[in-house]
């Protein structure tokens, strides 16, 4: 009788331990989990139409619920070719080379090196270490996992105004524990504000987390089958209508010669237009990859003179590092705004890959920053179109593969914009200098609204940083606030007013995001995470009160500098 012989294991089907995958990073390759399948997507960085660096900080990490909620069906299936195997069981996430994490070779022996890195089996509970000099003794300690599981957890699910950040800790006020008291003003602060976010916020051990995942994936289930990703194409009729008011009445005043008047229709016009870019750029329109593009790009180049290739790159980064002071480049501001006392250090960006200097003109801005806010936001637009023209021609985005042609078309939608913009309306139109700075600087302020609009939802939250093991919904709602407005002004706010929603389910159309937030509500109550919820106004007296809190740190720092100087102590380090 012949024995019966099984067939031999495909690549794809092998299972890799975690100190393969290690191995593998440290040799230099990009190694994500996704599904229980290990991605090596060393080939694909260059060509990933979100930017490079999205994928970089998800190295050795599941990035299973980042790649599901960002990406389309087809997107996600394109990415089985990447597959070098699979995993066992539930995996214990590294921390990304960009971020700091340290790899062992494959070829260092297990054995030897057991005792030096065991300290690490829960490694680098903060991705700040090795970012910027001087290094931080917080950031030198790795929580394990039963110090987390110790942690006194203690959680209202009914406050769900509350903001996670912290603003009653100033640093004048002497840190309790004698390893607080051995702390720097600095990492004082720092350590305060991680030990307020764990006690809020439910803990970190696997079980918690993995509870919360499940239900987070059971909810975007639920989402599917009532057709909350389905978009509703007639929302943008009265979208496409007053666009075309907007532009008309811009028009109109331009050719009666109100030149005020005029700019102020066309800063509404494209304050408006950003909305529908936003749903593009996210593939929440049509759900085509090449469709939705050409939508944003129309809008966003050859109507607005913004780039959406740099909105994308910028944004994809936002969404998975949301509010990490050295990484998410939505909260870079130095030297104008700082929203975190971490800034005051001269960090070293990962996104900008230069050091975020504190200089001297970043020390008398950022003690004044809640007065200033307005009025630097007005100005917003024209750094956006710098960094635009940056991404653009320094080819920042990719040159291969199904998006290489983007870089072009946005090219010409560039051409395009500051022809029937500078050329035909400000240089043509306009008779004198005087009129046409007044109409520039009209139409330009008035997009500070948009500014505003989208700092609003995170300058006022947490920038702790939980580490490598708080789960992408948890981060995703502690970092991120709603604005609560009456359905009638949804028009105004364009989407950005559900923006935790939103970061929890980045392709579900704005339309849709009013009936989602009942359902996302409903799951933070089951799951014990805070929602933030405030009203417009409150939530601009949050952020107004996180900018003056760390300018009143700002003035303290420089105080004890002074200090250190006139006395040669080092009680400010």
């Not at 092998?14 to 996704?34: D, N, P, S, Y």
């Not at 916020?201 to 995942?213: E, F, M, S």
């Not at 532009?247 to 331009?254: A, D, E, G, S, Y």
């Not at 109409?439 to 702790?464: D, E, K, N, R, Y």
């Amino acid at each position: 009788m012949a024995l019966a012989t099984s067939a031999p294991m495909s690549r794809k089907e092998a299972i890799l331990t975690r100190r393969q995958v290690e191995g593998m990073i440290a040799e230099g390759h990009q190694i994500i989990i996704v599904d229980g399948k290990v991605l090596r997507v060393d080939t694909w960085l260059q060509y990933h139409p979100g930017g490079d660096k999205a994928i970089m900080h998800m190295v050795g990490r599941d990035a299973t619920d980042e790649v599901n909620v960002l990406h389309s069906v087809e997107a996600r299936q394109h990415m089985q070719k990447f597959q070098i195997g699979q995993i066992n069981g539930r995996w214990k996430n590294f921390l990304p080379p960009i971020q700091g994490g340290k790899f062992r070779s494959a070829s260092i022996n297990v054995r030897d090196m057991k005792q030096k890195n065991e300290q690490h089996e829960w490694d680098d509970s903060s991705s700040t270490q090795s970012e910027s000099p001087p290094p931080s003794p917080t950031f030198d300690v790795s929580y394990s996992a039963s110090d987390l599981r110790q942690r006194k957890y203690a959680i209202n699910p009914r406050r769900s105004g509350s903001s996670s950040s912290v603003s009653s800790f100033s640093l004048d006020e002497k840190p309790e524990t004698p390893r607080k008291r051995r702390l720097g003003l600095m990492d004082a602060r720092t350590q305060q504000e991680i030990d307020s976010d764990l006690a809020k916020y439910p803990p970190l051990d696997p079980a918690t987390q993995d509870d919360i995942v499940r239900r987070y994936r059971q909810l975007n289930e639920r989402i599917q089958k009532e057709g909350l990703y389905s978009c509703n194409y007639r929302s943008y009729l009265p979208e496409v209508c007053r666009y075309l008011l907007l532009f008309t009445l811009c028009l109109l005043c331009l050719y009666w010669g109100w030149y005020g008047a005029s700019g102020m229709f066309l800063g509404c016009f494209w304050h408006q237009l950003v909305f529908t870019a936003h749903d593009a750029g996210h593939m929440g329109i049509t759900h085509n990859f090449t469709y939705d593009t050409v939508i944003g790009v129309i809008i966003a180049d050859f109507l607005g003179g913004l780039s959406l290739g740099w909105w994308k790159r910028n944004h994809n980064v936002h969404h998975i590092v949301t509010n990490s002071p050295e990484h998410d480049p939505d909260i870079e501001h130095v030297p104008f705004f700082a929203i975190s006392h971490r800034f005051l250090q001269s960090l070293r960006s990962t996104y900008y890959d230069r050091v975020m200097a504190y200089d001297r003109f970043a020390k008398f801005a950022i003690r004044y920053q809640d007065l200033l806010y307005y009025p630097v936001l007005t100005l917003g637009r024209f750094n956006l179109y710098r960094l635009s023209w940056e991404f653009l021609l320094f080819g920042l985005g990719p040159r291969k593969g199904p998006a290489w042609w983007h870089r072009w078309f946005e090219l010409s939608g560039q051409i395009f914009f500051w022809t029937w913009f500078g050329y035909g309306i400000v240089y043509k139109t306009i008779p004198d200098a005087q009129n046409r700075f007044l109409f520039v600087m009209v139409s330009h302020m008035i997009t500070g609204i948009l500014h505003v609009q989208i700092t609003l939802s995170h300058f006022a939250m947490s920038t702790a940083d939980l580490g490598i093991h708080e789960s992408f919904p948890q981060k995703m709602l502690r970092t991120t606030m709603d604005v609560d407005c009456p359905e009638w002004l949804d028009f105004f706010h364009g989407g950005l007013q559900f923006q935790a929603i939103h970061h929890l389910y980045p392709r579900i159309p704005r339309h849709n995001l009013r009936k989602t937030q009942k359902l996302v509500q409903q799951f933070c109550i089951e799951a014990g995470i805070p929602y933030a919820l405030y009203g417009f106004i409150d939530g601009n007296k949050e952020v107004l009160g996180r900018l003056a809190d760390v300018g009143r740190q700002a003035a303290i720092l420089a105080q004890c500098q002074r200090a250190i100087i006139d006395q040669g102590n080092n009680s400010c380090e």
